[in-house]
């Protein structure tokens, strides 16, 4: 496989750094690191380039990235509006897929839904996943080698029930930014038994600078990234364990509490329960839920499927 990647700033860094940890450094044909500050220096006579390059995006492919042919473009945390630069560029590179993490509430593209379309057109395959460790499985070939090694983490736990401490952690799928093995690190020797202790230490972990690798997703208050990835790294600990997740717990609330509506039911979770830090994490099991059919929504209330016998 032939890798392309277009970064910019120290989250994209953290990436390529754990691309390479994990194999796929011989794989990476060019990295390019795509500034807002090239496009407008190629184009002096143009002041407000930026705000223009989606008109004719294929004008301003930057003269200084090599064009290599790839399989595979990743695209790291670059100005969102330099995105629009992506379908071009992809077609340039004759790229098969694009994997473009969307980490950062401030860096998504405004013309996303036209970068996927032109893409699309393309035939190039696309993947925005948001956050990036939300990513399990891809149809994508060259995605899925990715995924092989790191995306939505998988974990394996030996504990020391005597001691009621975690005594060995195997990271079967690291997180993307790397901070599934940096967590994991810490947690040897750490109590288990009380959940919401383990919880609150992954979660510190998770965002602990001081580590080799910590999530850089962002801390958006209107979407809050980086609790949504820390709930998901929490989950990956707590199925390997065999702690309750929040997908248990949203059966048992609406089992014991009865119909409840989806904000009700986020609140009670999220702010009130501690079980996770993010709505969106409600909301996705929710969404996984109903399609197994074990709960139903009507008009905003959500209810537990109820099983009919057959006689």
């Not at 996943?129 to 939505?152: A, N, Q, T």
């Amino acid at each position: 496989m032939r890798i392309y990647i277009i970064y910019s700033g120290p989250a994209g860094e953290q990436f390529i750094d754990n691309l390479a940890y994990h194999g796929f450094g011989g794989e990476i044909v060019y990295i390019y690191n795509l500034q807002p500050e090239t496009i407008e220096e190629e184009h002096p006579d143009e002041p407000n380039v930026l705000e223009n390059l989606w008109e004719e995006p294929e004008k301003y492919i930057p003269k200084s990235m090599p064009i290599v042919e790839c399989d595979l473009l990743l695209v790291f945390d670059i100005h969102p509006l330099l995105g629009d630069l992506i379908p071009p560029i992809a077609e340039k590179l004759k790229a098969k897929a694009v994997l473009y993490p969307l980490d950062d509430r401030e860096r998504i593209p405004q013309g996303l839904k036209t970068i996927m379309d032109d893409l699309e057109k393309l035939g190039i395959h696309c993947e925005f996943p948001k956050p990036y460790c939300i990513l399990e499985e891809s149809e994508d070939p060259y995605i899925s080698r990715l995924l092989e090694k790191m995306g939505r983490p998988k974990l394996r736990v030996e504990l020391d029930e005597d001691r009621g401490i975690i005594k060995r952690i195997e990271v079967l799928k690291d997180t993307p930014c790397g901070s599934a093995r940096s967590v994991a690190k810490k947690l040897i020797s750490y109590p288990y038994r009380d959940p919401m202790a383990l919880k609150e230490k992954i979660m510190q972990e998770h965002s602990n600078e001081g580590n080799e690798h910590y999530c850089l997703a962002s801390m958006d208050p209107i979407e809050p990234l980086m609790q949504e990835a820390g709930d998901i790294l929490v989950e990956a600990f707590f199925e390997a364990i065999g702690h309750p997740t929040v997908r248990d717990h949203i059966l048992k609330e609406l089992e014991s509490r009865g119909p409840m509506e989806i904000d009700e039911l986020k609140r009670l979770l999220v702010n009130e329960l501690k079980i996770c830090e993010a709505p969106r994490t409600v909301e996705r099991h929710l969404e996984r839920l109903l399609q197994e059919g074990l709960v139903e929504e009507k008009e905003g209330v959500i209810s537990p499927r109820r099983r009919t016998s057959s006689l």
